[in-house]
């Protein structure tokens, strides 16, 4: 009973600072004025790099102190201190902060007009952690709500961001085949993860939506979990460059047949270059306007559960997710970029 009315509670604080929050400016960069994208909804798929809070909230993880501290004060769902990708591209197109699946019912239906987020921390293409969901289970979620919650018309103006970080690789490589496995493993599940990917981006296009926003694969051989020689992954720190690589190569390959395949002018696909915008950040000693170069950028600011001094300036927060700051950076980068690809051309 305690326990329920604690969790009823934080239930209740979660969706109240929600409302406080929720619309609050959260890149700094609004005064330098950008036109409206002329896009009205966003509908997230993927995994923790862009939920924001469909995770069950007895799940430890982002529900769990120091997550959200730095925003909204208390964990959200968010795997980060604070705001996260989908709070800086829900922004940057000046559409409100799409509505969390497990959240949908609680909410005015006038909420849902800015789209939702199907986004599961922990999701792959494939099944990985857990076998709740994958990117298959998070479309079909969509699929479901076409017809009664979305009609074909509201998705005329709609963007969808798609995340793929690499829950399918590091699964695979924590998991329990031997190295010698994994070596010889790792280059058919890319090639399998990039033919399900493309599989997955042509179907959210032929359910009706506009704009199709999928970010490279990150450097993920800097992240701290395959950077600090600790961690048993560490051993693949030098293979995992070639293999993210590899990636993004087949990714972009996937991308130009779909834009090809499609009639519109306007191509429904484009990648985000986070690939290059990490490493660019990584590098910064200054010369990227607008951006403070991250002293230690590989080292996360939550390590052996304690909290270091000013999360400001940690690139990452924990061994995989960025901190606000961290995201904040990649979408100043990308920017100009984003908007000039998910504007409406014709
Ligand atoms: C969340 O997890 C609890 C405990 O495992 C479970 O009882 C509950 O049904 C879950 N909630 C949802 C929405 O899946
Ligand atoms: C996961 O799959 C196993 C075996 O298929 C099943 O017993 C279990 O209930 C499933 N767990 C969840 C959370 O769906
Ligand atoms: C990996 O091996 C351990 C020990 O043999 C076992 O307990 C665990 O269930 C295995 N995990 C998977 C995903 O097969
Ligand atoms: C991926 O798709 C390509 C092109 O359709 C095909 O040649 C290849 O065999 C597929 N690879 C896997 C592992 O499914
Ligand atoms: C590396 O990982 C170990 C074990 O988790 C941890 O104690 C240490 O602080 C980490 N080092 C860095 C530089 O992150
Ligand atoms: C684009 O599609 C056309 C016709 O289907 C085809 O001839 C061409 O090779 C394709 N180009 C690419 C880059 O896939
Ligand atoms: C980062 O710096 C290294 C070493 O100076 C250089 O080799 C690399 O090209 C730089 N990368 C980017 C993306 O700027």
Redesign the pocket.
């Known amino acids: 009973m305690n326990s329920l009315m604690k969790l009823l509670a934080s239930l209740l604080l979660f969706i109240f600072s929600f409302l406080i929050f929720g619309e609050i400016d959260v890149a700094e960069s609004s005064s330098q004025n950008h036109p409206f994208s002329g896009r009205n909804k966003l509908f997230v798929f993927g995994d923790s790099y862009v939920d924001i809070g469909n995770t069950?909230?007895?799940d430890k993880g982002a529900w769990e102190y120091p997550y959200g501290i730095t925003y909204p004060g208390k964990p959200s769902g968010r795997f980060s201190d604070g705001h996260i990708s989908t709070d800086f591209l829900a922004q940057l197109l000046r559409i409100k902060l799409p509505v969390n699946y497990?959240k949908k019912d609680d909410v005015d239906m006038a909420r849902l007009q800015y789209g939702m987020s199907f986004a599961y921390g922990g999701t792959g293409v494939f099944k990985t952690y857990a076998n709740y969901s994958d990117m298959t289970a998070q479309i079909n979620l969509f699929e479901q709500l076409l017809g009664n919650v979305y009609s074909p018309s509201d998705l005329s103006s709609s963007v969808a961001l798609f995340s793929v970080a690499g829950n399918d690789y590091i699964t695979f490589l924590a998991g329990n085949h031997t190295i010698f496995e994994k070596l010889l493993g790792i280059r058919p599940l890319i090639e399998k993860v990039v033919n399900q990917t493309e599989v997955n981006l042509r179907r959210i296009r032929s359910l009706g939506v506009k704009k199709i926003a999928i970010p490279s694969l990150s450097p993920l051989q800097y992240i701290p979990l395959f950077a600090n020689s600790s961690n048993p992954i560490h051993y693949f720190q030098g293979p995992i460059k070639d293999l993210v690589k590899y990636h993004n190569d087949l990714l972009q390959k996937s991308v130009a047949k779909l834009n090809n395949e499609s009639n519109d002018i306007d191509s429904p696909f484009t990648i985000i270059d986070y690939y290059n915008t990490f490493l660019a950040i990584f590098n910064n000693t200054g010369e990227i306007p607008g951006i403070l170069p991250f002293p230690t950028p590989y080292i996360e600011c939550l390590r052996d559960g304690k909290l270091c001094d000013d999360p400001r300036s940690a690139f990452f927060w924990d061994g995989i997710h960025l901190t606000q700051e961290g995201w904040k950076s990649v979408y100043k980068v990308l920017r100009k970029d984003i908007i000039a690809a998910l504007m409406p051309k014709a």
Do not use: G
Request: hydrophobic share 25%.
């Open positions: 069950n909230t007895s497990a």
